[in-house]
């Protein structure tokens, strides 16, 4: 089973970027798709980005199209979102997961391994 540890969250004033990590344990990484979330106090969990296996397909959230950026690094067996632009209301809990297929997914019920979080706060 994949082991998923994020990392790189903080706070940051609006308009900044921060750059999370998600680091993966496990032989097979390469071959499943990756997925970002998040999670606001008082609301649901929300899906941010996702990559498939190779990293050539991504999706995003309307809401962070364009200033959000998803990767892969195989090799390394690691994940990266890239957080540009950021607003007051990208503060939220953000997790990695790992997929059940090779391809991208945006609903979390296709993904079975979930990190434990890294809290992202922008301040106005």
């Known amino acids: 089973q994949v082991q998923l540890v994020e990392s790189g969250g903080g706070l940051v004033q609006a308009g900044g970027s921060l750059r999370l990590s998600c680091a993966a344990s496990?032989?097979?990484?390469?071959?499943?798709?990756m997925g970002w979330f998040r999670q606001a106090p008082g609301k649901e969990r929300e899906f941010v980005a996702s990559?498939?296996?190779?990293?050539?397909?991504?999706y995003y959230a309307d809401s962070v199209k364009g200033r959000f950026t998803v990767s892969r690094d195989n090799a390394k067996n690691m994940m990266y979102l890239l957080a540009r632009s950021l607003k007051p209301e990208d503060t939220a809990v953000y997790y990695c997961?790992?997929?059940?297929?090779?391809?991208?997914?945006?609903?979390?019920?296709?993904?079975?391994?979930w990190g434990q979080g890294t809290q992202v706060t922008v301040s106005s």
């Open positions: 990559v498939e296996w190779t990293g050539g397909i991504t």
């Open positions: 997961a790992k997929s059940r297929r090779s391809t991208a997914s945006t609903m979390s019920s296709d993904y079975d391994s």
């Open positions: 496990g032989r097979t990484f390469s071959v499943y798709g």
